[in-house]
């Protein structure tokens, strides 16, 4: 039993907590854009016409409020170099008045070196 809380304290510190995140584009905009990725995604960054408004956090979904009518470049990255390739979405989206935006974002599975460091890190765990 002892082994098996262990492996869930240790699997729940390598994890890390991932958060919603709202942030304000512009104080008189209307509209909004809600990033929704299909997983956690981990040193994530948001960018919106190359203004950074979330920077290396651990990303649960990302909401921008007060973005005024217009035409929009957003980017949904990460430098967690354990995804597979390179994570990078870029979006064109246009903003009318009061106009809600979802993008839902597949995030790339985990690399091989990404589970073998997992596992080596279980391996004293069934030791004790």
């Given at each position: 039993m002892q082994k098996i809380l262990l492996i869930a304290i240790t699997g729940l510190f390598l994890a890390?907590?991932?958060k919603d995140i709202t942030v304000n584009y512009r104080d008189q905009g209307k509209g909004k854009?809600?990033?929704k990725p299909s997983k956690n995604v981990y040193d994530g960054f948001v960018l919106v016409n190359d203004?950074?408004?979330?920077d290396s956090k651990t990303i649960k979904s990302v909401t921008i409020e007060n973005?005024?009518?217009?035409?929009?470049?957003v980017i949904?990255?990460?430098?967690?170099?354990?995804?597979?390739?390179?994570?990078?979405?870029?979006?064109?989206i246009e903003i009318g008045p009061e106009e809600f935006?979802?993008?839902?974002?597949?995030?790339?599975?985990?690399?091989?070196?990404?589970?073998?460091?997992?596992s080596v890190a279980l391996i004293p765990w069934w030791f004790l």
């Open positions: 890390g907590c991932a854009v809600e990033l203004s950074m408004l979330v973005i005024p009518e217009g035409n929009y470049d949904f990255r990460s430098n967690y170099s354990y995804y597979k390739g390179n994570f990078r979405e870029k979006y064109d935006h979802q993008k839902n974002i597949v995030v790339p599975g985990y690399n091989t070196s990404y589970y073998l460091m997992f």
